[in-house]
């Protein structure tokens, strides 16, 4: 009985040997997180890209990707900062407040954010049924707005214009938190007279929103918006092209942020250099995978709406390609 035990025990520590020997590239296989948005706006979409793109090199890098659906991007700040993402995608405003310490993120600054690069543009982005009366901003007083969830993008720009305006949630007769993918029902069921979304063109929830129902895109101009652009270095005016939605044949102006790809200084600079170099490489590809990434060039993405240093992952690689200096 004795030996019989030595020799199983010798057997599976053979076995156990044999397993770490032959298994490194299993024991180094890193899984990666990105933070995304609703499923019918186009972080998403970002996310499922970049992580198409990553995973199509897991073999060499042995880096593993996925992108599942979250609250946007204050939500996605807060899970980068919490190590429960490893990277996302956020507003440009957002990532100066998360940065700086400003808006709300006052007096909480996140001085580990780090940018990436820079995406698509994202005018705020506002829908009334045709039925609400509502044919400008200004007319929301009195009405049901849904202002977003708390940990989205929207509703942390909108906190800004409301403040702006001299709006509370009581201006409205309903101030409603839904989700990103729920408000183009709410609009469609007559639940809400008109939802706000900060999101890049075209995408599927405003596609949702004017074909479900009578619906309008709506301006978003003025005094105090003007002053908002002035103010503050993250916001510049905007168009919404005509043509792009049902009913909605003409440009409509607003103001808006750009979406941005950001990370921690914690994350390993080898696992950021294969993302940054999975886009990068596969550039035509990737922008054919949303119309809305269609105009996107590599000198503005890694130069322009980034607030957050660059982390140097990324930057290893940019100075590689000879984008920026070392
Ligand atoms: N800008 C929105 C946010 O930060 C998300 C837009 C999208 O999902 O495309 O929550």
């Known amino acids: 009985m004795k030996r019989h035990a030595f020799t199983a025990a010798a057997f599976s520590s053979a076995l156990l040997g044999a397993a770490m020997i032959s298994s490194p590239a299993v024991a180094q296989e890193r899984f990666i ?27 060499e890098h042995n880096i593993r990707c996925n992108a599942p659906s979250t609250g946007g991007s204050v939500a996605n700040v807060n899970g980068i900062r919490a190590g429960e993402l490893d990277m996302g995608v956020v ?11 400003t808006g709300n993120f006052e007096d909480n600054a996140y001085d580990d954010l780090r940018a990436v690069f820079k995406i698509h543009g994202e005018p705020l982005t506002v829908v009334a049924r045709t039925d609400s009366g509502i044919e400008h901003f200004s007319d929301f007083p009195g009405k049901r707005v849904n202002i977003g969830n708390p940990g989205s993008g929207q509703r942390n720009t ?8 001299g709006w509370t949630e009581d201006t409205f007769s309903l101030a409603s938190q839904l989700d990103a993918a729920e408000q183009a029902s709410a609009l469609a069921d007559n639940n809400i007279d008109a939802m706000v979304y900060v999101v890049g063109h075209p995408n599927g929830s405003i596609q949702e929103a004017t074909t479900t129902v009578d619906a309008r895109l709506i301006p978003v101009t003025g005094p105090e918006i003007d002053g908002l652009v002035e103010e503050y270095p993250y916001y510049a005016k905007a168009v919404i092209p005509g043509g792009m939605y049902r009913g909605n044949g003409e440009d409509v102006e607003t103001f808006g942020v750009a979406a941005t790809f950001v990370t921690s200084a914690d994350t390993d600079p080898d696992i950021v250099y294969e993302a940054v170099k999975a ?43 000879g984008w920026i200096e070392e």
């Open 158 to 165: 909108m906190e800004v214009v409301m403040n702006a305006m």
């Open 279 to 321: 886009v990068f490489e596969n550039f035509d590809r990737f922008k054919r995978l949303h119309p809305a990434f269609e105009n996107l060039n590599e000198e503005e993405m890694i130069s322009q709406g980034l607030s957050a240093p660059l982390h140097e992952g990324a930057k290893r690689y940019y100075v590689e390609r």
């Open 33 to 59: 997180t990105i933070g995304t948005g609703g499923q019918t706006g186009v972080y998403y979409v970002v996310g499922q890209s970049v992580c198409r793109l990553i995973n199509r090199g897991s073999d």
């Open 91 to 101: 507003q440009s405003d957002v990532q100066y407040q998360a940065y700086n310490g």
